[in-house]
């Protein structure tokens, strides 16, 4: 059984990955052409909040989709 705050964790990357392959399209996030900034601003624009209801920042994302480091060019 998953505690709740894994619950949201888990709601909150489906929310990113779904918005971002309407938004993008599956080829090119997947290629990862995208970066961090831009995924930040897609959810904010939409008003996709974070699993504590805040904005979405660079590490935010980067966190939820378990990458070490943003790509090169993103900051």
Same mark, same amino acid.
């Given at each position: 059984?998953? $505690? ?13 990955? &779904? $918005?971002?392959?309407?938004? &993008?399209?599956?080829? @090119?996030? $997947?290629?990862?052409?995208? $970066?961090?900034? @831009? ?9 996709? =909040?974070?699993?504590?209801? =805040? ?11 378990? @990458?070490? =480091? ?6």
């Amino acid at each position: 059984m998953l $505690s709740p705050s894994m619950r949201a964790s888990l709601r909150a990357e489906n929310r990113i990955h &779904f $918005s971002l392959t309407r938004t &993008f399209g599956s080829a @090119q996030w $997947s290629s990862g052409a995208i $970066s961090l900034r @831009q995924i930040a601003a897609v959810l904010n624009e939409r008003h996709i =909040k974070t699993a504590r209801g =805040k904005d979405w920042t660079e590490t935010r994302v980067m966190r939820v989709l378990g @990458q070490e =480091k943003a790509p090169l060019g993103s900051a």
